[in-house]
């Protein structure tokens, strides 16, 4: 019979029966054999969870418990009753002569993309860091695009979050933004992380209802923006859903979608300290990634945070000393007046613009502005000059100041970022509100460059090469925040790859127990970086390696998981011996 080909004699039946178990090696496999109530049953050695070998386990009424982590499998067919520790394989047995022969490679009972595709769909519905990051080394180490599994993570987040996008899926969109700029296995690391992040934001947590569209599809789309801002405004969540819904099923393309949800987001300043309009930047690139024919899935989740934002202006730093919000009130009521004066005007940053943003006059820097608007100025054009000053603000972060203060200059970064980056998609005019919010808050965090940690001095003669050891040197110690900035200065300086340097600060961030700010300001850092001359992609990177330096070392328990489903996934030992033989 052909079938007979594929089967290896294993064991003589009697010293099986005699020892209950054998363990055996059969065509690179080790495969644990036991004889139970009459029949005999072959299973990987190698538990599924964490490695243990298998032969060393208990078998009582068709249950085979591993010693370890006590995970619970059912004999003949391998099913788990833990979802945490996967299926066991087995193995299809013969007994022919006295003699057991095992099949040591059956045929899968389905591609290890479809396997692993719907293991992570578990690990994100129980919160499973260890399912998750098999999960995401499976998927790729079978071909998979990393979209695959940033899609289902998105997917998930929106559906099972009811108070909807948060920062879980933000630190998954911002990984899945920096993966060109890291190493392979580090990409694996970059939707571990964030996969992670969704599914602990999600746990426990009541899933998301939908609204349905309403039935005028043909509604004029200014007058659909002009709805779903009124329901913002009054903070009545679902209305807003309603007609967000309505003007994705008209067919709306994602720049005017964009802009609509933009505009809700700046019509009330600095919403929930920034994260508000930095959330619907991500939800935007989450759907540059994924498809914007997710739209329906995705920006409906935005909803019920832009109704029951904190609105700055209702805070007293906004009002006093100095009426911050009244005056930018008195700006945005001449908005189109300053817009249509620089119509056919083409702008260029003054000299001096940048000083002015980091000084301490506010009414200059309004002025500087509008200025700027009435010279021809784009939303664009303005949200980058003041993000590259939000970035020197953390570049320049005085580390006397308290740490919870890193949050204040790093808040004010990742707003100015997504409004430049919501400002290049959409154009929208009421994004140069946004601007204006960041740059007031430029203003506000000056006191936290008091007095200012200084920018590195150029070192063209830097070894790149020690330059980097003192990088990582800087991220395993407390307290190197300025030898970490002086660290990628110089490697810069010396002639190094800023490929190379991105690198090596996306694998120091991937490998701690990042918090949400960490993974934000590492890439809002990466982003205006890329685009920028050398000398302002200085400062920024040198921006990242401060922060990230000022928050390492972490406990690294994340990293632990991720090298033990690394190790796992190579057949490598975990239990601390080999388990094959």
């Known amino acids: 019979m052909a079938s007979e080909d594929r089967f290896h004699p294993a064991v003589d039946l009697a010293d099986l029966r005699e020892s209950g178990r054998e363990l055996v090696a059969l065509d690179g496999r080790s495969i644990a054999l036991f004889d139970h109530e009459g029949s005999v049953r072959a299973v990987d050695n190698a538990c599924p969870h964490m490695g243990f070998p ?233 759907l540059d990634h994924v498809g914007w024919d997710r739209a329906d899935e995705v920006l409906p989740s935005l909803v019920r945070g832009l109704a029951r934002a904190d609105r700055a202006e209702e805070s007293a730093e906004w009002r006093r000393p100095i009426d911050l919000a009244g005056t930018l009130d008195d700006v945005f009521a001449d908005l189109d007046d300053h817009v249509d004066a620089g119509a056919g005007e083409t702008w260029s940053r003054p000299d001096g613009l940048l000083d002015t943003l980091l000084g301490d006059d506010p009414h200059a820097v309004v002025d500087a502005l509008t200025e700027a608007i009435r010279g021809g100025a784009t939303p664009a054009q303005l949200a980058a000059v003041v993000a590259f000053a939000a970035g020197t603000r953390v570049a320049r972060f005085s580390t006397t100041n308290e740490f919870g203060d890193w949050n204040t200059v790093h808040h004010t970064f990742t707003y100015a970022n997504a409004v430049h980056r919501l400002a290049e998609r959409t154009g929208a005019r009421e994004l140069y509100r946004g601007a204006f919010d960041a740059a007031v808050n430029v203003y506000l965090d000056r006191f936290l460059n008091t007095p200012p940690a200084p920018l590195p001095d150029p070192t063209p003669d830097a070894d790149p090469a020690e330059a980097l050891e003192t990088l990582s040197a800087a991220f395993d110690a407390e307290g190197r925040v300025n030898d970490a900035g002086r660290a990628a200065a110089g490697f810069l300086d010396g002639g190094g790859d800023p490929a190379r340097l991105r690198r090596e600060l996306g694998g120091a961030l991937l490998r701690e127990d990042a918090g949400f700010h960490t993974y934000q300001a590492l890439e809002a850092g990466f982003e205006q970086a890329a685009t920028r001359p050398p000398e302002e992609a200085r400062t920024l990177l040198v921006g990242v390696a401060r922060y990230l330096a000022a928050h390492s070392p972490t406990r690294r328990e994340r990293e632990q998981t991720f090298s033990i489903a690394a190790r796992l996934q190579r057949g490598e030992s975990v239990y601390g011996e080999d388990v094959d033989i």
């Not at 599994?149 to 948060?166: A, H, I, K, N, Q």
């Not at 992040?197 to 789309?221: C, K």
């Not at 994602?254 to 939800?283: Q, S």
């Open 54 to 286: 298998l032969a060393r386990g208990s078998v009582d009424e068709g249950v085979l418990t591993c010693h370890w982590h006590h995970a619970r499998f059912e004999l003949s067919c391998g099913d788990t009753f833990d979802p945490w520790a996967d299926d066991v394989r087995t193995y299809p047995v013969e007994v022919r002569d006295g003699t057991v022969y095992v099949d040591p490679n059956p045929d899968p009972d389905e591609p290890p993309a479809v396997r692993w595709s719907n293991r992570l769909e578990d690990g994100l519905e129980q919160n499973l860091r260890l399912v998750v990051a098999k999960s995401v080394i499976g998927l790729l180490d079978a071909g998979v695009e990393p979209t695959e599994p940033l899609s289902t993570g998105v997917r998930f987040g929106c559906r099972y979050r009811r108070d909807g996008w948060g920062s879980g899926l933000t630190i998954l969109t911002a990984m899945a933004n920096v993966l060109p700029d890291l190493d392979p296995d580090d990409r694996k690391r970059a939707l571990y992380q964030g996969l992670v992040h969704v599914a602990g934001d999600a746990s426990g947590e009541p899933p998301q209802f939908e609204q349905d569209a309403l039935g005028a599809t043909d509604t004029d789309f200014d007058r659909l923006r002009s709805w779903f801002r009124e329901n913002v405004e009054v903070r009545d969540p679902d209305g807003a859903e309603r007609v967000l819904r309505t003007a994705i099923a008209a067919g709306r393309d994602d720049a005017e979608l964009a802009g609509m949800v933009a505009a809700a987001a700046t019509d009330h300043r600095y919403l929930d300290t920034g994260h508000v309009l930095d959330f619907v930047n991500k939800a935007c690139e989450a």
